[in-house]
């Protein structure tokens, strides 16, 4: 696999182990995992937050099961913004899950575990076509791992998020009425996860990004201003670090569309 170079370098990005350990709290904001302990996942997690997501993961994977939190961040925020080609996408989404389920099986109380395992089927299933992913069940299983994260970690910021979007993707898809009385999904339950995050991480760009997103999809016309506002806050964040610029850049990208098509 050849690895695509974070587009965005910034010094800013780059820490030692002790700057990391103090700048923690704001660069973990949105997953609240905790500092590690091992040396060589605090090189991994440096890494990371500068936008090298390769050695990262390689990193992350070398230590085992406890450097899988690193590892499967890096691969999937790697694979969601810069991977390219849809095959490579769903199955590098497809092998995190897998990897997951091991998590889940050795670490059962490690919230990580069960929401890169979420977080990658979402994916997966995005690849796949949703409406496939649901006839194969995988719906159940998202909603599942995102569920079972936030009993374990009801403030984590990042599980509300993907939360917002599985209702939203279930609801844009199947509709309401199916969408709710087969799987669950109401559009309400998914603004309140985004809403929840927002109030968890003030500073999110994703949580803006997502909730535009939501407005947008099942909303329509009405909710149009409401999504630009948010996509306009999300622009304007501060990154702290590379993953947040990706975030950030995003955020950009689809307000440079929503303002051509405006004209």
Known sequence: MVWTAF???????????????????????????PFPTHPALVQAWIAFHAGEFERATRLGLDVGVNGYAVAHKAICIYTQYLETNPRKKIA????????CERQQREQPGNPSGWYWHGY?????????????ALAQGLGAKVRHSLETT??????????????????????DKAGAMIGGLTYGAKKEEGYRHF???????????IARVEYARALRLLE?????????????????????????RLDIEAARTELNIKLNEEK
Request: glycine share 6%; charged share 25%.
């Open 7 to 33: 587009p965005y370098p910034d010094a800013g990005y780059r820490h030692t182990p002790e700057s990391l350990q103090q700048a923690w709290p704001v660069l973990h904001s949105g997953d609240c995992e």
């Open 92 to 99: 590098t989404f497809e092998c995190v899950a897998e990897r």
């Open 120 to 132: 990658a089927l979402g994916y997966y299933s995005t690849g796949i076509s949703v409406v496939k």
């Open 150 to 171: 936030l009993r374990l970690a009801p403030e984590r910021p990042d599980a509300h998020v993907a939360l917002g979007v599985y209702h939203t993707e279930i609801v």
């Open 195 to 205: 809403e929840t995050a927002l109030r968890l991480n003030p500073e999110s760009a």
């Open 220 to 244: 329509g016309k009405r909710k149009l201003a409401e999504a630009r506002a948010m996509l306009e806050q999300a622009a304007a964040v501060h990154a702290h670090d590379a993953v947040e």
